[in-house]
């Protein structure tokens, strides 16, 4: 895959093993290799992801900001 993107192996092995974000560069290039995708698709995959991932690594930072806010009524 990566030969055919002209990108690195180790460029599509960080974004597979979630270590790399995918650039509006290999969005458009993964949307020319999966014609059925388009570039805004692999980048709110991209983003999505790594929500999920701040949230996950925050959680209860979150849930106490969320309680705090509970609190006071807003």
Not at 30 to 45: A, G, I, K, R, V
Request: charged share 30%; net charge negative.
């Amino acid at each position: 895959m990566a030969e055919i993107l002209e990108v690195p192996r180790n460029h599509i092995s960080k974004i597979v093993n979630g270590h790399r974000t995918i650039s509006a560069d290999t969005a458009i290039r993964l949307s020319m290799l999966f014609e059925e995708t388009d570039p805004e698709f692999w980048m709110n995959l991209s983003e999505r992801r790594e929500l999920w991932e701040q949230h996950q690594e925050n959680k209860d930072k979150y849930e106490e900001l969320e309680n705090q806010i509970e609190a006071t009524g807003s």
